[in-house]
């Protein structure tokens, strides 16, 4: 129904920057369904968190751990969702997950997530 296609991960030295994209497909994906797109991360041992999201408006929301330095935004013509990550740290190091809500009904969604790509700083 619905495939994430995640690219741009891999590993950088604190301070570097990364750009993540999560590009969205399927029979029922189309901007009139999705309510909302962005990412989380987990790190070995730790809860998933989220990092950022944009919803269907625009609004976007970031943590406090990451505001300032990542910048979540959206193609909506190719369902898209990037995340610029700048000031990289080493506890950035996490497998990023892309996430799409779906609406399936007056007041559902449904959620699907993209197969994560790893994220390390390291020096």
């Known amino acids: 129904q619905v495939q994430l296609v995640e690219s741009g991960g891999g590993s950088v030295q604190p301070g570097g920057s990364l750009r993540l994209s999560c590009a969205a497909s399927g029979s029922i994906v189309s901007i009139n369904v999705i309510s909302a797109m962005g990412w989380y991360r987990q790190a070995p041992g730790k809860a998933r968190e989220l990092v950022a999201s944009?919803?269907?408006?625009?609004?976007?929301t970031y943590p406090d751990s990451v505001k300032g330095r990542f910048t979540i935004s959206r193609d909506s013509a190719k369902n898209t969702v990037y995340m610029q990550m700048n000031s990289l740290k080493p506890e950035d190091t996490a497998v990023y997950y892309c996430?799409?809500?779906?609406?399936?009904?007056?007041?559902?969604?449904?959620?699907?997530w993209g197969q994560g790509t790893q994220v390390t700083v390291s020096s």
């Open positions: 996430n799409v809500d779906i609406i399936i009904g007056p007041n559902s969604v449904k959620r699907y």
């Open positions: 944009i919803g269907r408006g625009g609004t976007i």
